[in-house]
């Protein structure tokens, strides 16, 4: 079965530090798609960055970037320059399959990110 | 362009009352799903619809029931509400392979007393 991990609940950085999060995953899958996404305090789920599993290189958007590491099974998204608007809860997020069907997304329990000034 | 909206925004509902969640997108996007987010979770799947015509059960799917009106809709109904289904709601279309990323709405907060 597929699973996402999220080890850190919450994290604190200064504000133009740059910060990672954490993700590892558990699937036996050869193709598989992870995802990252923002839940400010207003609640919406906001798309940052992508990377499929046969991608060579690592996704970057902006001051997103994705350090992903097939062979320990980790994507973690690293934030460079935090800014204020940074802070917010993070999820990590797999396109895994459930009866034969692929891509439905499989969700961490997410870490909340506290920029501070 | 609106993306994918939601409504209600709010619902306070009595336990066994019923009620639909509405959820349309302009995106042309051929699959659509319902999410559900309880506190200190991720969200979890509860239906989807990979196509017009066709739905298919999630990881929570047990107290609801979905329509996949047209392309654009798809809907979520609570027949017999329960206070354990006190949660967040969250409606996402996803765009074509082989990204497929998922595109979510506002979401929709709902109370059952």
């Known amino acids: 079965a597929q699973k996402i991990t999220q080890t850190q609940p919450g994290m604190f950085v200064q504000e133009k530090e740059a910060v990672t999060l954490d993700c590892t995953y558990d699937?036996?899958?050869?193709?598989?798609?992870l995802f990252w996404y923002k839940q400010p305090s207003s609640g919406e789920m906001i798309f940052l960055i992508y990377q499929g599993s046969y991608d060579q290189q690592n996704a970057t958007e902006g001051r997103y970037s994705l350090n992903f590491q097939k062979a320990r099974k980790s994507a973690n998204l690293v934030i460079s320059a935090s800014q204020l608007g940074d802070s917010a809860m993070y999820f990590c997020?797999?396109?895994?399959?459930?009866?034969?069907?692929?891509?439905?997304?499989?969700f961490g329990t997410g870490t909340l990110l506290a920029v501070q000034p | 362009n609106a993306g994918v909206t939601q409504t209600p925004k709010f619902q306070v509902l009595k336990t066994g009352q019923s009620m639909t969640l509405q959820c349309a997108q302009d995106m042309n996007h051929n699959s659509m799903y319902w999410y559900r987010q309880d506190p200190g979770m991720g969200l979890r799947l509860i239906y989807y619809?990979?196509?017009?015509?066709?739905?298919d059960k999630g990881e929570v799917p047990n107290g609801y029931n979905v329509s996949r009106l047209n392309k654009r809709e798809f809907s979520l109904r609570l027949e017999s509400a329960a206070p354990s289904q006190t949660s967040v709601y969250f409606c996402a279309s996803s765009d074509v392979r082989p990204q497929e990323t998922q595109y979510f709405g506002p979401g929709t907060r709902l109370l059952v007393l």
């Open positions: 619809s990979a196509s017009e015509g066709t739905t």
């Open positions: 699937t036996s899958d050869p193709s598989y798609g």
């Open positions: 997020a797999m396109r895994g399959e459930y009866g034969g069907a692929t891509n439905k997304l499989i």
